[in-house]
C-alpha cells in the first residue's frame, strides 16, 4: 500500500514569489492535514481537510491557503513569500481524522525562501 | 501558555534503561492523545495512543495518562539505540467543529550503547 506521497520534496524560492505544494494521500483516507515544522516553532498546524472541505483552520494569515480534489488528493499554497516560510512542510493523512487520530505523514517538502 | 509542553531534551539514558518522557496539555476538554516518534530527517510516525486514564503497554512502549493532572507520559523500557529520536506528544480536542491536534515540540532521546 503506498504511503503518503509530498512533491516536491526540496525546493528554493525568493520573497515575494509563490509555491504550491502536493500531497497524495494513502488510498481510502478522506482527511488530509497540513503542518509546518520548524526547529523553533515544531510543529504548528495549517489546516485540514475532509472530503473537499476545510474542516479546521490553525493560526496562520491568510497568504497560506489549501484545498482538496475530489480524489484526496490535496494541495497548499503560498503566496508572497517571506523568509520565515522557510520550513518542512508536512503533508498527513488519515481515515476519517477527527475520530481516529492516527495520522499518516509524508516525508515533506522542504521550502527555503531567499 | 502552550497548548501542550514538552520537555525539550536532551534525554541521554544508556542503553538497557528505562526512558521517561512527560507532556502536559492546557485544554481539559482534549480526550485523545497520541505519541508520535520522528528520527532526524524524517517524518513522524504514530507510536501509541492513549484515551483513557491509566497504563497502556505495547511491546517496551508504556504511555500513561492522568486527565485531572492533565499530564501524559511514555516510558520506553530496555532502551536501544535505535530508540534514539525525537518523540513528540500530540493531543486532540473533541470540540464541535474543532479537530485539530496540537503537538509539542518534542523531546530529544539519545540512548547511549
Known amino acids: 500500500k503506498a504511503g503518503v506521497t509530498q512533491t516536491p520534496r526540496y525546493l528554493i524560492k525568493t520573497r515575494g514569489q509563490q509555491v504550491t505544494l502536493s500531497c497524495s494521500p494513502i488510498s481510502g483516507h478522506r482527511s488530509v492535514s497540513w503542518y509546518q515544522q520548524t526547529p523553533g516553532q515544531g510543529l504548528q498546524f495549517l489546516f485540514e481537510y475532509f472530503s473537499e472541505t476545510q474542516r479546521n483552520k490553525g493560526n496562520f494569515p491568510g497568504r497560506f491557503s489549501g484545498r482538496q480534489f475530489s480524489n484526496s488528493r490535496s494541495e497548499m499554497n503560498v503566496s508572497t513569500l517571506e523568509l520565515g516560510d522557510s520550513a518542512l512542510y508536512l503533508c498527513?493523512?488519515?481515515?476519517?481524522?477527527?475520530?481516529?487520530?492516527?495520522?499518516?505523514f509524508g516525508e515533506g517538502s522542504r521550502l527555503t525562501v531567499l | 501558555q502552550k497548548e501542550v509542553e514538552q520537555n525539550s531534551g536532551p534525554l541521554s539514558v544508556p542503553e538497557g534503561a528505562i526512558a521517561s518522557l512527560n507532556c502536559t496539555y492546557s485544554d481539559r476538554v482534549s480526550q485523545s492523545f497520541f505519541w508520535y516518534r520522528q528520527y532526524s530527517g524524517k517524518s513522524p510516525e504514530l507510536i501509541m495512543s492513549i484515551y483513557s486514564n491509566g497504563d497502556k503497554e505495547d511491546g517496551r512502549f508504556t504511555a500513561q495518562l492522568n486527565k485531572a493532572s492533565q499530564y501524559v507520559s511514555l516510558l520506553i523500557r530496555d532502551s536501544q539505540p535505535s530508540d534514539s529520536a525525537t518523540y513528540l506528544c500530540a493531543v486532540r480536542q473533541m470540540r464541535a467543529n474543532d479537530y485539530k491536534l496540537s503537538f509539542g515540540a518534542g523531546t530529544t532521546v539519545t540512548v547511549r550503547a
Open positions: 498527513a493523512s488519515s481515515l476519517s481524522g477527527a475520530n481516529t487520530g492516527e495520522l499518516f
